[in-house]
Nanobody
Framework: QLQASGGGLVQPGGSVRLSCAAS????????MGWYRQAPGKPRELVAR???????NDADSVKGRFTISRDNAEKTVYLQMSSLKPDDTAVYYC?????????????WGQGTQVTVSS
């Protein structure tokens, strides 16, 4: 299970931090990250850790968003700064794991971030 928190209404140029904690019987190698979906648009990658521990992030958030994690707590964070109205979306936490050689995705319930004055 993935439990996300944070988000809400933020003014342009503001900051907010999202958190996502994984719980339950998750074993083996995992990789966590964040995706978002704006109204009428497909879900897109925001930032994520790869299985090797490196970071992939979208060009649109480079220099503004920072992903971090606490492996011991199975938690991933997304610090979002210099927010723009285009960042308005439902943000989803994602956990990938490998089961029988196949990558399996788990998703959190989504948390709304609205950037507006």
């Amino acid at each position: 299970q993935l439990q996300a928190s944070g988000g809400g209404l933020v003014q342009p140029g503001g900051s907010v931090r999202l958190s996502c904690a994984a719980s339950g019987a998750i074993s083996g190698i995992t990789a966590m990250g964040w995706y978002r979906q704006a109204p009428g648009k497909p879900r897109e990658l925001v930032a994520r850790f790869t299985f090797g521990g490196s970071i992939n992030d979208a060009d649109s958030v480079k220099g503004r968003f920072t992903i971090s994690r606490d492996n011991a707590e199975k938690t991933v964070y997304l610090q979002m700064s210099s927010l723009k109205p285009d960042d308005t979306a439902v943000y989803y936490c994602n956990l990938k794991t490998i089961l029988l050689g196949t990558v399996v995705d788990y998703w959190g319930q989504g948390t709304q971030v609205t950037v507006s004055s």
